[in-house]
């Protein structure tokens, strides 16, 4: 039996519908299975889970003083800012002081990788996912050149991608998504790099075609910046085209959202915000498609993995369509243009077989997208 330390930057048992908090928490539970796996992160409730074949223990973050102060050192030592927010003195100490009784020490994230011993003489291994230099250099060039976030973002991308440079160089494998990605990445390097997609656990068709069908929904968390940006655009751009077109059309948004960011897009004539839920389900009637409209976008979009699994038809962007390889494989919707995006939309509303049959397709191509087929990936990298 291994012994595997597992560092993640948030809670892998909080029930919060984010992509690297079910990933962790399905990482675990299945190296879980014949390994003794210690799971450590930050988690200010500081609550104790204990399995037989696994244990968490969180540590309570650091204060709004300490992470201004570590972004500052951050920046000061010429690496990305998110380090020092997410910095976790705590998570250190318990690394550097038990380090030696693993085998193995898995870091979900860039961010956790700052914990990394110098004297760990097992494997590491690094969950990077995507690389974040590319989305964060996207961001910038996507916004105006007087919002102050735009600097920001453009030089946090300059600093991600020396620090994965440094990852990629440092950690013995490294777990990427994207094909596309694994490609920039230099040939002497693509040795220790394992491909993996995000999955599902399970497959349950909710769409049935009919011309009453009125609503277009968005899931995803709001606060992240790109998905923010798809429902403003969306709202101020597209849905008022729809509208003209078919009076009764809706755009609903779930997912963890602002106060502000609520009372703003409620105020878009047909926009709903449902906010974050814990079962999708209620919300999924009358659904004519989802939609991932980011043009922010690197690797995997777990929302379309979502969609699929409930067999809603799905239109996405050319950007996260080219970035998410085995799209190309299920046939997914994707647009061009916008005028693209609303006739796509006005299709799958008016045609029975065309909404039919991109329902039949998601829930077939779903199937290679199940956790169970998914994670046994873990066994060549352990």
Same mark, same amino acid.
């Given at each position: 039996?291994?012994?595997?330390?597992?560092?993640?930057?948030?809670?892998?048992?909080?029930?919060?519908?984010?992509?690297?908090?079910?990933?962790?928490?399905?990482?675990?539970?299945?190296?879980?299975?014949?390994?003794?796996?210690?799971?450590?992160?930050?988690?200010?409730?500081?609550?104790?889970?204990?399995?037989?074949?696994?244990?968490?223990?969180?540590?309570?973050?650091?204060?709004?003083?300490?992470?201004?102060?570590?972004?500052?050192?951050?920046?000061?030592?010429?690496?990305?800012?998110?380090?020092?927010?997410?910095?976790?003195?705590?998570?250190?100490?318990?690394?550097?002081?038990?380090?030696?009784?693993?085998?193995?020490?898995?870091?979900?994230?860039?961010?956790?990788?700052?914990?990394?011993?110098?004297?760990?003489?097992?494997?590491?291994?690094?969950?990077?996912?995507?690389?974040?230099?590319?989305?964060?250099?996207?961001?910038?060039?996507?916004?105006?050149?007087?919002?102050?976030?735009?600097?920001?973002?453009?030089?946090?991308?300059?600093?991600?991608?020396?620090?994965?440079?440094?990852?990629?160089?440092?950690?013995?494998?490294?777990?990427?998504?994207?094909?596309?990605?694994?490609?920039?990445? /230099?040939?002497?390097? @693509?040795? *220790? #790099?394992?491909? $993996?997609?995000?999955?599902? +656990?399970? %497959? =349950?068709?909710?769409? &049935?075609?009919?011309?009453?069908?009125?609503?277009?929904?968005?899931?995803?968390?709001?606060?992240?910046?790109?998905?923010?940006?798809?429902?403003?655009?969306?709202?101020?751009?597209?849905?008022?085209?729809?509208?003209?077109?078919?009076?009764?059309?809706?755009?609903?948004?779930?997912?963890?959202?602002?106060?502000?960011?609520?009372?703003?897009?409620?105020?878009?004539?047909?926009?709903?915000?449902?906010?974050?839920?814990?079962?999708?389900?209620?919300?999924?009637?009358?659904?004519?498609?989802?939609?991932?409209?980011?043009?922010?976008?690197?690797?995997?979009?777990?929302?379309?993995?979502?969609?699929?699994?409930?067999?809603?038809?799905?239109?996405?962007?050319?950007?996260?369509?080219?970035?998410? /390889?085995?799209?190309? @494989?299920? *046939? #997914?919707?994707? $647009?061009?243009?916008?005028? +693209?995006? %609303? =006739?796509?939309?006005? &299709?799958?509303?008016?045609?029975?077989?065309?909404?039919?049959?991109?329902?039949?397709?998601?829930?077939?191509?779903?199937?290679?997208?199940?956790?169970?087929?998914?994670?046994?990936?873990?066994?060549?990298?352990?």
């Amino acid at each position: 039996m291994k012994k595997i330390l597992f560092i993640s930057n948030r809670n892998p048992f909080a029930e919060r519908f984010s992509g690297d908090v079910i990933r962790a928490k399905k990482f675990v539970k299945y190296l879980s299975r014949n390994n003794y796996v210690k799971v450590i992160s930050p988690n200010n409730d500081n609550t104790t889970i204990k399995e037989s074949k696994f244990n968490y223990e969180g540590f309570e973050s650091s204060n709004f003083f300490s992470k201004f102060v570590r972004i500052l050192l951050s920046l000061f030592n010429f690496k990305p800012m998110q380090l020092g927010f997410f910095y976790n003195s705590k998570i250190d100490k318990f690394v550097k002081d038990n380090f030696e009784n693993y085998d193995y020490i898995f870091f979900q994230s860039f961010r956790s990788a700052q914990y990394l011993p110098e004297k760990f003489i097992g494997i590491t291994i690094l969950d990077l996912a995507d690389l974040m230099s590319k989305n964060y250099k996207q961001t910038s060039n996507n916004l105006i050149f007087l919002n102050p976030l735009k600097f920001i973002y453009f030089l946090e991308s300059k600093l991600l991608k020396s620090y994965e440079k440094f990852c990629l160089n440092n950690f013995e494998k490294i777990l990427l998504h994207s094909e596309k990605e694994i490609k920039t990445v /230099d040939q002497n390097l @693509k040795k *220790k #790099i394992y491909q $993996y997609s995000f999955g599902v +656990d399970r %497959i =349950k068709n909710k769409y &049935k075609y009919s011309f009453k069908n009125n609503k277009i929904i968005f899931i995803g968390n709001i606060k992240y910046l790109p998905n923010k940006k798809a429902c403003y655009d969306f709202a101020n751009k597209i849905l008022p085209k729809l509208i003209q077109k078919h009076s009764d059309l809706e755009f609903h948004i779930i997912g963890e959202i602002s106060k502000i960011d609520t009372y703003i897009l409620k105020k878009f004539k047909g926009v709903k915000v449902i906010g974050k839920v814990n079962n999708l389900e209620p919300y999924l009637n009358k659904v004519i498609c989802g939609i991932a409209n980011l043009k922010i976008s690197s690797g995997i979009q777990t929302k379309i993995l979502t969609y699929m699994s409930y067999g809603i038809p799905t239109i996405c962007s050319q950007q996260v369509y080219e970035n998410f /390889d085995a799209l190309k @494989k299920s *046939k #997914i919707n994707y $647009y061009k243009n916008d005028n +693209d995006f %609303i =006739k796509l939309i006005i &299709k799958l509303k008016k045609n029975k077989n065309f909404g039919q049959s991109s329902s039949k397709l998601a829930l077939k191509n779903i199937r290679n997208f199940k956790w169970e087929k998914i994670l046994p990936f873990l066994n060549k990298v352990f």
